[in-house]
């Protein structure tokens, strides 16, 4: 059996629990950025999940963006569906609301739950891969898990 690293085992736990059968692997090489990720596991960058923080402004609450590792995210679409402005969040506040660092955010499992929106790029691809806790740890999944396991809504995010 593999050992994971602390922050990676609490992710594990919460993949156990939803019960699908998603392993977390961490890798010799880092996988802090999508294309570290995608080199890492031999995908395309567009298959990789990044998990982005930002901070609703009037609310104070979390807003997790999960975007495909190919694009960059319009922040006003995604304050239009919040329905307040957002701001990017700081490492300090990424820290506390999800329980993870930056580079190893994952879409599942953070100390507070956050507001989800799933870019709909995502849904496109069979398989994808998303963060799991640490910057060198992920997971594999489909969109549709995904979607039900964040309780996420998908939409247009993308950067034109
Ligand atoms: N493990 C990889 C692939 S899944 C990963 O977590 N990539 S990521 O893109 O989801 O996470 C890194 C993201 O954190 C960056 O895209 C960026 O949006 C954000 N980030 C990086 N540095 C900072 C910072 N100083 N403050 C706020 N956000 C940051």
């Known amino acids: 059996m593999t050992t994971l690293s602390p922050s990676a085992r609490r992710v594990q736990d919460v993949l156990d629990a939803i019960a699908l059968g998603h392993r977390v692997v961490e890798h010799e090489r880092s996988t802090r950025t999508s294309q570290e990720a995608a080199d890492a596991v031999g995908c395309t960058v567009g298959q990789i999940a990044k998990s982005l923080i930002f901070r609703a402004r009037a609310s104070g609450r979390p807003v997790l963006v999960i975007a495909s590792g190919a694009n960059r995210v319009d922040e006003k679409a995604v304050a239009a569906l919040v329905g307040e402005k957002i701001e990017r969040a700081d490492p300090e506040f990424v820290r ?53 396991m964040t309780g996420g809504r998908s939409a247009a995010v993308k950067k034109a």
């Open 96 to 148: 506390a609301k999800t329980g993870f660092a930056i580079g190893g955010v994952p879409p599942v499992g953070h100390a507070e739950a956050p507001l989800v929106v799933i870019d709909e790029d995502l849904l496109a691809f069979d398989t994808i891969w998303a963060a799991a806790g640490t910057p060198n740890a992920v997971f594999r999944l489909s969109p549709d898990q995904l979607v039900s």
